[in-house]
């Protein structure tokens, strides 16, 4: 276990922003989480999962914990049903893939969303009409205060759309180092409606699909329309999808009849914010070496060596753009540092 100083956070962030770290410890096991945490008390800490979920705004004035705790075991099951313990370091997208290799379903529509496992519950995750709530049993969590471990339930996170307690109550009072998921052996529950996902099928010739037949499609559809970090930094999706009343979307309708939306509830319609942004006129625009990615306005981009204060302040004009002419809010989904 070694602390570096004054290191650059670039490879530890998916948009490749060039920040530095005061001093930066990459933690594999839970003792040396405990150790450093114990020796470390009241010294500011901040805690880096996969790096995919944020953008870089600053120098970080803390010691960076990069949680590389590995691991994946068979906690218990059923000849239904498997629940699985990832440690919170695992890659998201590897542990999907695993799970697919052993025939295990309820993660399919999730492939290829970047990160890792510890930050899943934090954000909710979710893509094509399934969410992490939705297999999620618990995950195992360490107090930064007092080193105590509590492990939270499913209602304990007070899970929402892309939002959790670690979110919100709890924010930066626990670092997670395991969850647990429940899947499926046998019966898949499979989600095809949402999105492309049938369209993807349709044109592949498939008609009774297997959980890898879904995770295909969802893969093929993100590459065609999502940058690879690897190739240009981004951090996803950066907005929310917003959610207004049925009737501020009737006035919306009026003025804009092919508006796509998605029915939450009786009073609650879900609008695609790429749509808004591209509406807009953001989609695809570049300034110097930052802006909005071709293909997809949802995504956010760096070009090269763009710093995170810029991209930040055209995701502020992008948000006041769309609240001028749409009358409608968009949330940051990436976390701002």
Not at 75 to 84: F, K, L, P, R
Not at 129 to 142: M, P, Q, R, T, Y
Not at 155 to 178: M, P
Request: hydrophobic content about 40%.
């Amino acid at each position: 276990m070694t602390i570096i100083n004054n290191t650059s956070l670039k490879p530890f962030n998916t948009f490749g922003i060039d920040a530095k770290a005061q001093s930066f410890c990459d933690v594999s096991t839970i003792l040396a989480l405990e150790t450093i945490l114990k020796a470390h008390h009241g010294t500011p800490l901040f805690v880096l999962g996969g790096g995919s979920n944020m953008l870089l705004t600053k120098d970080i004035e803390a010691l960076v914990l990069h949680i590389n705790l590995k691991g994946i075991e068979i906690v218990s099951e059923t000849a239904e049903t498997v629940v699985i313990k990832a440690m919170a370091g695992e890659n998201w997208h590897n542990f999907v893939l695993w799970c697919l290799a052993q025939n295990y379903g309820g993660v399919e529509n999730l492939s290829l969303i970047p990160g890792n496992i510890g930050t899943a519950p934090i954000q909710n995750i979710g893509a094509y009409g399934v969410e992490l709530k939705d297999v999620f049993v618990s995950c195992e969590a360490i107090k930064i205060d007092n080193l105590s471990v509590k492990t939270f339930t499913k209602s304990d996170c007070n899970f929402g759309y892309r939002e959790s307690i670690f979110k919100q109550a709890l924010k930066g009072q626990y670092i997670i180092t395991s969850v647990n998921l429940q899947l499926t052996k046998t019966n898949h529950n499979l989600h095809t409606d949402y999105g492309v996902i049938r369209h993807e099928l349709e044109c592949a010739g498939i008609v009774n699909p297997t959980i890898q037949d879904i995770s295909k499609a969802v893969i093929a559809i993100r590459q065609s329309k999502l940058p690879d970090p690897k190739e240009i930094g981004n951090s996803g999706s950066f907005f929310k999808n917003p959610i207004i009343t049925a009737e501020a979307f009737m006035e919306l309708q009026n003025q804009f009849p092919d508006v796509p939306s998605y029915k939450v509830s009786d009073n609650a319609i879900k609008i695609p914010a790429g749509w808004l942004i591209e509406k807009a006129g953001f989609k695809g625009k570049r300034f110097k070496d930052y802006g909005v990615h071709q293909k997809q306005a949802l995504v956010l981009v760096n070009y090269g060596n763009a710093n995170g204060k810029d991209i930040f302040e055209l995701a502020q004009l992008i948000q006041k753009t769309v609240r001028r002419l749409f009358n409608i809010s968009i949330e940051t989904e990436v976390n701002i540092i």
